[in-house]
């Protein structure tokens, strides 16, 4: 994978902060040192996700543009929650993106094949609404779940049990994954 | 779709392998890192529902 090749990411030093930095009192000058060390951070990302997107030629991430932008960083975490690992796709973070998927995959898979219980909307009780919302989170593939678990949910049995788990843990993944993918998209570290 | 059946084990087993590989791999950025931290993280999702299952034995029956 690409992303193994990259070694520590460069550091991008602040080009201001040390000539501001002298003229201000004490505890101004340091929060405004930190201020721009972590402005220093927030700019770094486009290098770390050029760690992770060093297929690209450039270095940056591919929906590009040279300064992340919030409203392509939603569009990418709405990508990746629709499709586990697209949002990761769209910055050509390949192993990320691959392992989002996979997994994700693997654990709906299992989930709907032991037959988990796939929540539906509307449910009567806040269980219901919170399984319903961690199921959703696997986006796409929680009505590829639905469609696959033709013969119904049966909790039973431990399996049963066991996959309504699975399910709910894909969502909360993927979910995770897409908020991973709009951290890395806005340029913070991710 | 054939129904799947797993033991318990197999079950925590599979579950506790899977999102190992995914946090090693969302987690770290080298490939070691991601190789320990993946087998670390098995290991005591393992060894936690191991001891948090004998802790239960006693109130089973």
Request: no cysteine; glycine share 12%.
């Amino acid at each position: 994978m690409p992303e193994e090749e990259i070694g520590p990411a460069p550091v991008t030093e602040p080009a201001a902060a040390p000539a501001e930095a002298g003229v201000l009192p004490g505890p101004i000058a340091a929060d405004t040192q930190a201020g721009a060390h972590e402005a220093s951070h927030a700019t770094l990302p486009a290098e770390r996700e050029a760690g992770d997107a060093s297929s690209s030629p450039g270095g940056s991430p591919s929906l590009a543009g040279d300064s992340p932008s919030s409203v392509r960083a939603v569009a990418v975490a709405l990508a990746g929650w629709i499709v586990p690992g697209l949002g990761h796709a769209l910055l050509k973070m390949w192993g990320r993106a691959w392992a989002i998927f996979l997994t994700v995959g693997f654990l709906v898979y299992l989930g709907a094949g032991m037959r988990g219980n796939i929540f539906a909307a509307g449910g009567e009780d806040a269980f219901s609404r919170l399984g319903y919302l961690a199921d959703l989170g696997a986006g796409s593939f929680y009505y590829a779940a639905r469609m696959e678990e033709t013969t119904g949910a049966d909790v039973s049995h431990a399996d049963g049990d066991y996959g309504t788990r699975f399910l709910a843990t894909a969502g909360v993944l993927n979910l995770l994954a897409a908020l991973h993918s709009y951290e890395a998209a806005r340029g913070r570290k991710a | 779709m054939v129904p799947l059946h797993f033991t318990h084990f197999q079950a925590l087993f599979l579950f506790a392998l899977v999102i190992s590989l995914a946090f090693g791999t969302l987690g770290r950025r080298k490939p070691i890192e991601r190789v320990k931290y993946a087998a670390w993280s098995l290991l005591m999702f393992l060894l936690v529902a191991i001891a948090l299952g004998w802790l239960m034995y006693p109130f089973s029956r």
